[in-house]
């Protein structure tokens, strides 16, 4: 995928949000939005990590692209998301203990995220620093909103709380806490997105 000048740097970062969004329109990395988005708090984390080592990632394969060879891309690539992955798995299990003693698996589990892989391979390998940058940004941010989403629905409907403050008294839907729980809110905020960018996509086509 070539980046084009016409394209700013602003539409990089609404095609993650938007267009290619990780969890609500590609579908992948779901492993960490059925495991960690019981809490808002872990949902954020998590989120934020993926964020940095999707923006790190694309920056480091757009600086040493033209060192590859194309047999050993792939591999390349690989260890520039373990090196990430590991430093932000050394930075939770340092700054963000308790968190870090209940998802600690999941963030090492980041290092084989398809999207991660592909973005690099398809972008980051193709592009300059600036807009492989944003690329990682707009994904990792799409990833981010994906997964706070995803959490706060499951933490208000199976606890009646939002970061641990009790928001409303009605009995909990505690199916909501458990994976089970993950994939009725996955597959419910899924298609509420989808509606409302098909709904916009819609009303812009018929604006011009």
Known sequence: MKYHHEVSYWELIKNGII???????????????????SKVKYGLLMGIAVLFVHT??????????????????????????????????????AYAREAYAVMGLY???????????????????KNPVMPSM????????????????????RELLGSGSVFGFQIVDTRPVFIMMLPTGGFFAVGILMACFNWIDRKYSKKKSSSH
């Open 19 to 37: 267009s290619e969004n990780i969890i609500f329109r590609l579908a992948l990395s779901l492993c960490p939005a059925l495991a960690v988005t």
């Open 56 to 93: 790190m990632v694309g920056i480091t394969v757009s600086l040493i692209r033209r060192f590859i060879h194309q047999r050993i891309r792939l591999p390349i690539i690989m260890l520039v998301i373990a090196t990430w992955v590991t430093v932000t798995d050394l930075m939770m299990a």
């Open 107 to 125: 963030i090492q589990l980041i290092v084989a995220f398809a999207s991660i892989l592909a973005r690099a391979e398809m972008f980051g390998s």
């Open 134 to 153: 944003f690329d990682g940004i707009g994904m990792g941010l799409g990833f981010l909103i994906a997964l706070v989403t995803i959490s706060f629905f």
